[in-house]
């Protein structure tokens, strides 16, 4: 019997919250994928599954033959990809999603070199700035900007997301230029806002290694970077940014670092994937081209004035 497609089956129903949708995904009907359930549990001896009206829910017994089971499943994926791929051939699709902003302007313009070294991988790239699922949505990789707090993921860093606080010249013509963090409370700050609601409490670094916190005020809010940016553009206020956000502006002078001697702290833009033993050879290679790529001199931060 198929011990290995029915766990992997019942792991698509826990990801998926239904046998439905994870039988349509896997190509079977649902009467099929009932009957393995059943066949599954039966030789198991112990019920897998709880109904509720909106979603299927894992039993105690379930859960743990999910934690366990995946580990295996994966590692066999893996490993029947690795014997497929020999001599680590760079094959199949490389699904990842990354930041709208961040993949459009570094990484879309380095994938047609990543592809001419690899002419037998495919890519399937999805921009967004929404955090995915990976596993339920079925993604080798994403790049992400900032803190992380998924346990079910493995990161690499593979740059230093440095960031500033800037304005335009026009805004700080009309209104003056912050001498001190305590001074940006009544300024016109741009503030972004997202699941954790809204950043108005900025954290500075001091001259002496401390740190002060400030509570910021203003008109312009946004979840998106990029609405941000054209508002700082645009003199509507003082805003925090990643470098690599605004490096172009910052060179032409369009853009202006305020309170440099009160530096914000720097995060890390991670390469992210699903908690697995072996990593399939195109993500590793994705990887390490973009390490290659960026690192701990990214293109961005050379010849900045700050």
């Not at 803190?147 to 997301?161: C, E, G, K, Q, T």
Request: with cysteine.
């Amino acid at each position: 019997m198929d011990r290995v497609g029915d766990l992997a089956l019942f792991l698509r129903v826990l990801d998926l919250g239904s046998i439905t949708a994870a039988a349509h995904s896997l190509d079977l009907s649902v009467a099929v994928a009932s009957q393995r359930l059943k066949r599954l549990e039966k030789e198991l001896g112990v019920r897998l599954l709880h109904r509720t009206t909106r979603r299927l829910h894992p039993t105690p017994e379930g859960a743990a033959l999910a934690e366990q089971g995946r580990v295996l499943v994966e590692e066999l994926e893996t490993l029947g990809a690795g014997l497929r791929e020999a001599a680590q051939e760079i094959a199949g699709t490389l699904r990842m999603t990354m930041s709208a902003s961040f993949g459009r302007q570094y990484v879309s313009p380095r994938l047609p070199a990543f592809l001419a070294r690899h002419p037998k991988l495919r890519l399937s790239i999805h921009l967004s700035d929404n955090v995915v699922d990976l596993v339920s949505e079925g993604f080798d990789l994403a790049i992400r900007i900032g803190a992380l707090d998924d346990s079910r993921l493995v990161a690499r860093r593979i740059a230093p997301n440095r960031r500033v606080l800037c304005a335009s010249p026009d805004y700080l013509r009309r209104r003056g230029r912050p001498r001190t963090p305590g001074e940006l409370a009544d300024h016109d700050c741009l503030l972004l806002f997202g699941s954790g609601g809204r950043q108005d409490v900025w954290r500075l670094g001091t001259p002496t290694g401390g740190e002060v916190a400030v509570r910021v005020q203003g008109r312009f809010e946004s979840n998106f970077g990029e609405v941000l940016r054209d508002a700082s553009l645009a003199g509507e206020g003082i805003v925090i940014h990643s470098l690599w956000h605004v490096a172009d502006d910052l060179r032409a002078g369009r853009l202006e670092v305020l309170l440099p001697d009160y530096p914000l702290a720097t995060t890390a833009i991670s390469a992210v994937m699903p908690q697995r033993r072996l990593v399939p050879p195109r993500v590793r290679a994705f990887i390490e081209f973009l390490i290659e790529e960026f690192g701990d001199d990214p293109p961005w931060e050379r010849g900045l004035p700050c």
